[in-house]
């Protein structure tokens, strides 16, 4: 069983940043791919970034290009995803997820562990 566990959301003004962290538990969790997703209301959640394990694959999706990077360290059992000029449509509540595949799945229904979601709120 892993557990995941967020942080680091809140809220800040168009163009501004913040890093969401998710520490694991598990003694595998190099092993897994690691996305994040988000979930605005009235919408469907949707991905955002993943990463592979050995950082060896990594996929954003078009709307967060070149502004959001997602990271992980082993060691730490974390993931990180470093979110730069941020949009008011950035707004949503951010989850954490991990797939004991050996693949890099771009949605839900392909990952495993869930976090309990954190909120980011950007200002116009």
């Known amino acids: 069983q892993v557990q995941l566990v967020e942080s680091g959301g809140g809220l800040v003004q168009a163009g501004g940043s913040l890093r969401l962290s998710c520490a694991a538990s598990g003694r595998t969790f190099y092993t897994y791919t690691m996305g994040w997703f988000r979930q605005a209301p009235g919408k469907e959640r949707e991905i955002v970034a993943a990463k592979s394990w050995y950082n060896s694959i990594t996929y954003y999706a078009d709307s967060v290009k070149g502004r959001f990077t997602i990271s992980r360290d082993n060691a730490k059992n974390t993931v990180y995803l470093q979110m730069n000029s941020l949009k008011p449509e950035d707004t949503a509540v951010y989850y954490c997820?991990?797939?004991?595949?050996?693949?890099?799945?771009?949605?839900?229904?392909?990952?495993?562990?869930w976090g309990q979601g954190t909120q980011v709120t950007v200002s116009s």
């Open positions: 997820a991990a797939d004991r595949s050996m693949s890099l799945h771009t949605t839900p229904g392909g990952y495993d562990y």
